[in-house]
């Protein structure tokens, strides 16, 4: 049974002030949903790497659970800039974002350095939230299949971490982030079940039917509901709508919905 999972990947917004109020709003509505959060369904949060500890000091005892939007490929070492899986464990972060397009475009990390984090994260405890996603002029060429298989690749070896541990993929079309353009319903989906059938060949049957496949990209209040209704979508990795408490809430109450 894969419960469905919504995060919340602010990306380098909001003020540290704006924390508690938005943990406030976010957990007074969820505490109206049927179905207990933790138990029927999951909600991270990723704010940026500096908010964590007053994010962590705030969702204490909410079950609301803490994400990071990037980790190293090890605990410690000569590494400037990074941030260690290891002290992410240490804060009670959870979760982590690893592979997202902007880390991929703007940074330009590889898929080996992509590996890398993805072992880091595991060999901490951390469960990675693995983005792939396709960019318009490889969807148009065609190519969806392919570009999303070669992101796909990285996971061969690490196949030890991921039959033991938690851990998701976030489909992620580049030309839906942030641009108020969705992928229809039938074209996530799609990539959602191939992505799940090429799981099941490469990795193994149980792995791929336990593993929650989200979408992500321009997702909003008003079409989550009928991208959730898709068999193989699992939940959400949200940008711009996870920024006010009353818009992530609502995504999470429209999809909590088609469930029941
Ligand atoms: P968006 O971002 O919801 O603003 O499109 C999604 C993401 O980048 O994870």
């Known amino acids: 049974m894969r419960i469905p999972l919504f995060a919340a990947n602010w990306k380098m917004n909001q003020s540290i002030g704006e924390i508690s109020p938005y943990i406030e709003a976010l957990?007074?509505?969820?505490q109206k949903f049927p179905g207990q959060l933790g138990k029927?369904?999951?909600?991270?949060?990723?704010?940026p790497a500096t908010h964590l500890q007053a994010?962590?000091?705030?969702?204490?005892?909410?079950?609301?659970?803490?994400?990071?939007?990037?980790?190293?490929?090890?605990?410690?070492?000569?590494?400037?800039?990074?941030i260690s899986p290891k002290t992410l464990q240490e804060m009670q972060?959870?979760?982590?974002?690893?592979?997202?397009?902007?880390?991929?475009?703007?940074?330009?990390?590889?898929?080996?350095?992509?590996?890398?984090?993805?072992r880091g994260a595991?060999?901490?405890?951390?469960?990675?939230i693995f983005c792939v996603g396709e960019t318009l002029a490889e969807r148009k060429a065609g190519k969806t299949e392919s570009v999303v298989e070669g992101q796909l690749l990285?996971?061969?070896e690490l196949k030890n971490h991921l039959t033991n541990q938690d851990w998701v993929i976030a489909y992620e079309p580049v030309w839906a982030i942030g641009t108020g353009e969705n992928a229809s319903p039938q074209q996530a989906q799609e990539v959602h079940a191939f992505i799940r059938k090429w799981a099941k060949s490469h990795l193994s049957g149980p792995v791929a039917e336990k593993t929650r496949i989200l979408y992500g990209g321009s997702v909003k209040?008003?079409?989550?509901?009928?991208?959730k209704r898709q068999p193989d979508i699992d939940g959400f990795l949200v940008g711009g709508a996870s920024l006010q408490a009353d818009s992530f809430g609502a995504i999470v109450e429209n999809s909590l919905k088609i469930r029941s």
């Open 221 to 227: 209040p008003d079409n989550c509901a009928d991208l």
């Open 27 to 30: 957990s007074s509505r969820l």
């Open 93 to 118: 972060c959870n979760w982590v974002i690893v592979g997202h397009s902007e880390r991929r475009h703007i940074y330009l990390e590889t898929d080996a350095m992509i590996q890398g984090r993805l």
């Open 40 to 47: 029927n369904y999951q909600v991270v949060i990723a704010p």
């Open 154 to 156: 990285v996971l061969k």
């Open 55 to 82: 994010m962590g000091a705030v969702i204490g005892g909410k079950g609301l659970e803490l994400g990071a939007q990037n980790c190293g490929h090890t605990a410690s070492g000569a590494f400037t800039g990074e």
């Open 122 to 128: 595991f060999e901490n405890q951390l469960k990675p």
